[in-house]
């Protein structure tokens, strides 16, 4: 079973920035398609951007942070980082990472199938 476990989250001003953490254990990330995904209270999970491996391929982004979120890999911690910056009352969520066998496009949650606990992003004065 692919474990990965969350970290980073916390209490952000809105305009301010975050970095959070998903580290694997059991398996070699470097290998597989990493997604990080967020849900709001009452909302549905949504993709907010993936990872296909840790090759030369250009991840994906929602539309909705473009420009402002980015995802890294560094394989030798086997951990896949999500930098959010300028966030803004959307960004309020339990944000998820999960991992799964080459998948393209990788921003459906349906394609994965195991979950963590999450981390949990609030963003307030």
């Known amino acids: 079973q692919l474990q990965l476990v969350e970290s980073g989250g916390g209490l952000v001003q809105p305009g301010g920035s975050l970095r959070l953490s998903c580290t694997a254990s059991?398996?070699?990330?470097?290998?597989?398609?990493i997604g990080w995904f967020r849900q709001a209270p009452g909302k549905e999970r949504r993709g907010v951007s993936c990872?296909?491996?840790?090759?030369?391929?250009?991840?994906y982004y929602a539309d909705s942070v473009k420009g402002r979120f980015t995802i890294s890999r560094d394989n030798a911690k086997d951990t896949v980082y999500l930098q959010l910056n300028n966030l803004g009352p959307e960004g309020a969520a339990v944000y998820y990472c999960?991992?799964?066998?080459?998948?393209?496009?990788?921003?459906?949650?349906?394609?994965?199938?195991?979950w963590g606990q999450g981390t949990l992003v609030t963003v307030s004065y």
């Open positions: 990872s296909l491996t840790s090759s030369d391929e250009a991840p």
């Open positions: 999960t991992a799964v066998g080459y998948y393209d496009p990788c921003l459906d949650p349906a394609e994965y199938g195991s």
């Open positions: 059991g398996f070699n990330s470097y290998y597989y398609t």
